[in-house]
Nanobody
Framework: QVQLVESGGGLVQPGGSLRLSCAASGFTLARGTIGWFRQAPGKEREGISCVSGNSGSSYYADSVKGRFTISRDNAKNTVYLQMNSLKPEDTAVYSC?????????????????WGQGTQVTVSS
């Protein structure tokens, strides 16, 4: 059974940083893709980044490009999302998702497995 567990969320001031983790069990990261998504109240879910566990290729939404960095540790079966220069508009519940057989995607519909999410609040 696949389980994804996010951690690292919290309250941070504008301009600050957080690092989110997505620990996968029952899913072999080296053979799949993990994406990060976020959803703010009243807004649609947004795909913000993904990484291929095999190639390491990564992709970012324009809204986070240059500020967020995704990385993976296949040995730990964990994906990280380093978030710098955080803005109030980054406030959302952040979730990771996993899928096999898709090299990269920021479309939530292609992902099969989902974590519960972690709250990120950017506020002074």
């Amino acid at each position: 059974q696949v389980q994804l567990v996010e951690s690292g969320g919290g309250l941070v001031q504008p301009g600050g940083s957080l690092r989110l983790s997505c620990a996968a069990s029952g899913f072999t990261l080296a053979r799949g893709t993990i994406g990060w998504f976020r959803q703010a109240p009243g807004k649609e879910r947004e795909g913000i980044s993904c990484v291929s566990g095999n190639s390491g290729s990564s992709y970012y939404a324009d809204s986070v490009k240059g500020r967020f960095t995704i990385s993976r540790d296949n040995a730990k079966n964990t994906v990280y999302l380093q978030m710098n220069s955080l803005k109030p508009e980054d406030t959302a519940v952040y979730s990771c998702a996993a899928v096999y057989g898709v090299p990269s995607a920021l479309n939530a519909r292609v992902y099969r497995y989902w974590g519960q999410g972690t709250q990120v609040t950017v506020s002074s």
